[in-house]
């Protein structure tokens, strides 16, 4: 029994780089490498960047002969490639299995094609290994199986992919090579928009150990020196989280790196740690300047902490972000104003994105009430720039979106000389340096294309 592991290419607005780097499939790389420690007969056919993928699909599929092909959907990036892969697999008569975060989010809807044998929700190292093994007769359905115990998986199986490929620099790191590493897996609130389907409601953590020595690996074997850890809740444990930090910091690897966090998940212990580290970025899930649209989402946090998580990151010289919903369920125009002012008050950068309903979310169900629905044909939700026809607040669209403009010019413009002052603190630029004019001169073009940006989306109302 041969299993071909597929990664299907990214397309138009959906890749996240260029046209020559592309995000490293976490994902395939963990089927992989379990396979190969159990050793299973797999090849990897690695389509992102390819001018003719269908046509190396082919191919790979007629020299490796698998008898299935499994193939890894992201988000919008490859669902329909994806299935485009599972269509010609079909011509060589192979079985097919679709997983990651798609699939797992419309799995019944993604059965119905018939080129499709199998969907796996959730993680699926257990999954390939069971199909290999056979215990799972390839039958048309859902697999499911028990997630892995992290603490004993192999470090994802970079060494069988081009790593050049997945080494995308990072400008505003000094063109640093960007590497991906995953130290955790679930989380255990429940906030209401959220997808919980892939790794559930129980934090799975990594030793700090582990960690460390998959940070050796990246930086030294793939020369990987800006990481992004993708876990959902890298701070959850303060102890883990300044092991991590204080290994990082002991090897003087000259690391740059960022990860998301809960606003009630830090202090200024852990905050100064990560600065040590080389973190440059945290990613807060603020969502709203509104408590009651907090409270309403389960979010579990204040605007209190969100500003207090916000004053410690930047003492401790770290860039906070600030991620912020818009457009919820049953969000008003005080709730956006609310958010508005929370923006005006703290000046750091934010991204802003309209609400789009998530599959088998909590508020998913209240979405289906008022008659949205999301299906297989809706990818372009998914995007980040997606502006949304449907309406689940209490206002009409056209406010919000009047609203969201406003809140946008305001998130890119306001406070520029608090910004400034908050960049030179950070960067602590008291030194005459290349690199200091470098990032100065970063700093000064973001603001100038925010800024021109915010006029351009004005002038074209
Ligand atoms: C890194 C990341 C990104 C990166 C890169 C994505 C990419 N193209 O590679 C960036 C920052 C660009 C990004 C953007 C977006 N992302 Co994103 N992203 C993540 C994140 C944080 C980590 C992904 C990862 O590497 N996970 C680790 C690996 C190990 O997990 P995995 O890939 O899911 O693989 C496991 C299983 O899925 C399964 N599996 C995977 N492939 C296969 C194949 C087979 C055959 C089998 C059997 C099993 C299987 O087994 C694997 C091991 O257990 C996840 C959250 C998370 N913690 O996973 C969100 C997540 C995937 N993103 C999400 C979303 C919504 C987006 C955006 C749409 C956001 C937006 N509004 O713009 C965009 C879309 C961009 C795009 N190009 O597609 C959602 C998807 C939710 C959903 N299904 O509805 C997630 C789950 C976050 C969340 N909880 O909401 N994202
Ligand atoms: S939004 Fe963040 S904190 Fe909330 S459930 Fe999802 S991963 Fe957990």
Redesign the pocket.
Same mark, same amino acid.
């Given at each position: 029994m041969k299993i071909a +592991?597929?990664h299907p290419p990214?397309v138009g607005r959906?890749?996240?780089f260029d046209e020559r780097h592309?995000?490293? @499939? #976490?994902? #395939? *790389?963990?089927?992989a490498s379990v396979l190969e420690q159990n050793q299973k007969n797999f090849c990897i056919v690695d389509l992102a960047g390819e001018q003719d993928p269908l046509g190396l699909l082919r191919r790979e599929l007629k020299e490796e002969r698998p008898d299935i092909v !499994? $193939?890894?959907? $992201?988000? !919008?990036? =490859?669902l329909m490639e994806g299935l485009e892969c599972a269509k010609v697999s079909k011509e060589y008569n192979c079985s097919t $299995? +679709? !997983? =990651?975060? %798609? @699939?797992?989010?419309f799995p019944d809807e993604l059965l119905r094609k018939e080129y499709v044998d %199998?969907v796996?929700v *959730?993680? =699926?190292?257990n999954?390939?290994l069971d +199909?290999m093994n056979n215990s799972q007769p390839i039958r048309k359905g859902i697999?499911r199986s028990t997630?892995?115990d992290v603490t004993k998986l192999p470090f994802?199986a970079r060494h069988l992919f081009d790593m050049k490929k997945y080494s995308p620099p990072i400008r505003q790191w000094g063109n640093k090579k960007l590497g991906?590493i995953?130290t955790s897996?679930g989380c255990p609130y429940s906030c209401k928009f959220?997808?919980?389907? #892939?790794?559930g409601y129980k934090w799975r953590s990594r030793t700090a150990d582990d960690v460390l020595r998959e940070i050796d690996v990246i930086v030294n074997e793939y020369e990987q020196t800006g990481i992004?850890f993708?876990?959902?809740l890298f701070t959850l444990d303060k102890k883990r989280v300044l092991e991590i930090c204080r290994g990082i910091y002991e090897q003087k690897y000259d690391l740059t790196f960022t990860c998301?966090a809960r606003v009630d998940s830090v202090d200024r212990e852990m905050l100064e740690w990560l600065r040590k580290a080389g973190c440059q970025e945290v990613y807060f899930g603020i969502e709203s300047g509104s408590q009651r649209m907090l409270d309403l989402m389960s979010k579990g946090t204040t605007t209190e902490q969100a500003e207090k998580a916000i004053r410690m990151s930047l003492k401790a010289g770290l860039m906070p972000i600030g991620s912020i919903m818009v457009g919820m369920p049953m969000e008003r125009k005080e709730d956006l104003k609310e958010t508005i002012s929370f923006i005006r008050k703290n000046p750091i950068t934010y991204e802003i994105?309209y609400y789009?309903p998530?599959? /088998?979310?909590e508020w998913y169900k209240y979405s289906l009430e008022k008659g949205v629905e999301l299906t297989l044909k809706d990818w372009d939700k998914?995007? /980040?720039?997606?502006r949304p026809s449907f309406n689940l607040t209490e206002m009409p669209l056209q406010r919000l979106y009047e609203l969201v403009e406003e809140m946008r010019d305001i998130a890119a413009w306001e406070n520029p000389c608090e910004r400034a002052k908050i960049f030179l603190a950070r960067e602590k630029l008291h030194a005459f340096s290349t690199k200091n004019i470098r990032k100065t001169s970063n700093f000064v073009s973001t603001l100038f294309r925010r800024k021109l940006k915010g006029r351009a989306s004005k002038s074209s109302e």
């Open positions: +592991l597929v990214e959906w890749k996240v592309f995000f490293f @499939p #976490l994902g #395939l *790389g963990y089927l !499994g $193939i890894s959907c $992201i988000v !919008g990036a =490859g $299995i +679709l !997983g =990651g975060p %798609m @699939p797992s989010a %199998m796996c *959730g993680e =699926g190292e999954a390939v +199909l697999v997630p892995p994802p991906v995953l897996r959220c997808y919980k389907s #892939l790794f992004y993708a876990d959902d998301d994105a789009s998530r599959p /088998q979310s998914y995007s /980040q720039n997606f």
